[in-house]
């Protein structure tokens, strides 16, 4: 049995969300990995991991293209009972930015108990978490199930510079990304907008006040 720090249960009147509980990540990533030992899929980065975990839980965007296969793997999810509102419970850009370091730390846990390993350069699950993973049964352990085999079928095959060409084009670059697609790629990007404003117009401030060491 997994063991993690928060109850399923919540007080009265409050609203719960799955996402903070870290028994319910852990099942989620070692269902993940589970479903990629199976179908003979290669985990071989965290920066992977967290996009395929991502996508699993957020398949209409990788399925939203015209082709014939964005359509049959549609209907698959929609088989499922995978609504396309279904796991969304921030947007998807808010929970995308806090995902890493989250599978870092979930992964950690995992690999303490017993339940997944690195092994020749690859994360998965072990004898054990695959049996914990087989004995996972729900409609959304389902759901999950069919997403993830998707997910992973379209994402192992791409390069890890497709691969983020491929999240931008999905995703677009709004600004609450840029967190981690420079965490995972170490490029850099622009400052914030907002920050931007508050600079010019901090320093718009001083000049008017007569700070001379502030330049034009």
Do not use: C
């Not at 990995?33 to 991991?49: T, V």
């Not at 890493?100 to 350069?121: T, W």
């Amino acid at each position: 049995m997994i063991s993690g720090e928060a109850s399923l249960t919540s007080e009265p009147g409050a609203s719960y969300v799955p996402e903070s509980n870290r028994t319910f990540r852990m099942a989620r990533l070692m269902l993940l990995m589970s479903i990629a030992k199976q179908d003979g899929r290669r985990i071989e980065s965290i920066d992977r991991l967290t996009y395929y975990e991502f996508f699993s839980d957020n398949p209409w965007a990788v399925t939203s293209g015209s082709s014939e296969q964005d359509a049959a793997d549609r209907d698959a999810l929609r088989l499922v009972g995978f609504a396309r509102n279904q796991l969304s419970y921030a947007s998807t850009g808010q929970r995308f930015v806090s995902r890493r370091e989250r599978i870092r730390s979930d992964l950690a846990h995992l690999i303490a108990r017993g339940l997944a390993s690195l092994d020749g350069g690859s994360f998965s699950t072990t004898p054990r978490g695959d049996e914990l993973s087989d004995g996972l049964m729900s409609s959304y352990a389902d759901a999950y199930r069919a997403s993830s085999r998707i997910v992973l079928r379209r994402l192992t095959r791409l390069s890890n510079r497709r691969l983020t060409e491929q999240v931008e084009d999905w995703l677009g670059r709004p600004w609450l990304l840029l967190d981690l697609l420079e965490d995972v790629r170490g490029a850099g990007v622009p400052a914030l907008p907002e920050k931007n404003e508050q600079r010019k117009s901090e320093k718009i401030r001083l000049q008017e006040e007569g700070e001379p060491w502030v330049s034009e």
